[in-house]
């Protein structure tokens, strides 16, 4: 029976891991063990893997006779990083929107070999219930990294709370608020610390991997973009390797158990407040996606 195992690595610690792996293989054996043994086992980076159902996946795994190690990330900006290095085989903690910058921005060629779910993004408050409760000159937050943020604005937009310069789009930044049009003052935190923020601002913009911690679900939202909209297909949720890996048959395999599982769609719903929209979309649309969104990105 394979074995699972979970660790959390920050930067320095994917430097040092890196400087191990390089000295392993300067020893001249260049017999590689199968990826999944025990030897070798996958490296998939998650954001969040306290979550139940990511123990669920990983016995899902194990009863396959797959060996797997759950890499825990605590900042969005590094599983893309150490997937690229060499220390991942596979993330998922993103939607085709990020990835697509993350590409743009680094010059990268990280690939899409499957989806899990799309989230809405809402809006959350403790102080009011009701968008139209959050009185004029209000504070409201929201994540400050680029995509999320963007995505974020254009809620509050939605909302009627701010106006963004042209109209807003996937790139709209804090710099876009025309704060003669707005009805409230935005600011931006990262993503982990906003529920701990929340009873000190009037709203706040959650993503759905925080809302359990936050002591939050669906029904808690003011107000929320439509995950069935088809401006939202940019924000399904993937995992996503290197070009090299896309037709590996185990990281594939791992995505399908995450389809195929009921537990662990489940739990996935569970663990997003039951707002997740469970999806199983051909790899082929969701690359094209990422592909359209980098092209549009670059121009």
């Known amino acids: 029976m394979s074995r699972t195992r979970t660790r959390v690595l920050s930067l320095s610690g994917i430097a040092l891991a890196g400087a191990l792996a390089l000295s392993a293989c300067g020893g001249g054996d260049e017999t590689a063990a199968e990826l999944g043994t025990e030897e070798n086992p996958v490296q998939l980076g998650v954001v969040g893997a306290s979550e139940a159902y990511w123990t669920t996946y990983e016995e899902a795994v194990e009863a396959e006779g797959i060996s797997l190690e759950i890499v825990d990330f605590t900042e969005y900006t590094q599983p893309n990083p150490a997937l690229s290095e060499g220390e ?19 010059d990268d060629t990280l690939q899409v070999i499957g989806s899990t779910a799309i989230y809405p993004l809402g809006l959350y408050s403790d102080k009011h219930d009701s968008v139209e409760s959050i009185p004029e000159g209000g504070q409201v937050i929201v994540p400050n ?9 254009l809620v509050l937009q939605s909302a009627g709370l701010i106006t963004l310069q042209d109209g807003g789009n996937a790139s709209s930044t804090l710099e876009d608020v025309i704060e003669e049009e707005s009805t409230v003052t935005v600011s931006a935190l990262d993503a982990a610390a906003i529920p701990n923020s929340l009873p000190d601002v009037d709203g706040a913009i959650i993503n759905n991997d925080f809302l359990n911690n936050a002591g939050l679900t669906g029904d808690d939202v003011l107000f929320q973009d439509d995950p069935e909209d088809e401006t939202a297909f940019p924000y399904i949720n ?62």
């Not at 991942?88 to 680094?106: E, K, P, R, T």
């Not at 990294?145 to 604005?153: I, K, M, W």
């Not at 051909?282 to 592909?291: G, I, N, T, W, Y």
């Open 88 to 106: 991942l085989d596979i993330n998922q903690f993103q939607h085709i929107q990020y990835l697509a910058d993350y590409n743009v921005a680094a």
């Open 145 to 153: 990294d680029t995509v999320n943020q963007a995505r974020g604005l």
């Open 238 to 299: 993937i995992f996503a390797t290197t070009d090299e890996n896309a037709d590996n048959e185990v990281l594939n395999q791992l995505v399908e158990i995450y389809q195929t599982n009921e537990d662990v769609q489940a739990g996935a719903l569970e663990s997003s407040g039951g707002t997740a929209v469970m999806t199983n979309t051909p790899v082929e649309d969701l690359q094209a996606s990422l592909d359209d969104t980098e092209e549009a990105l670059r121009n």
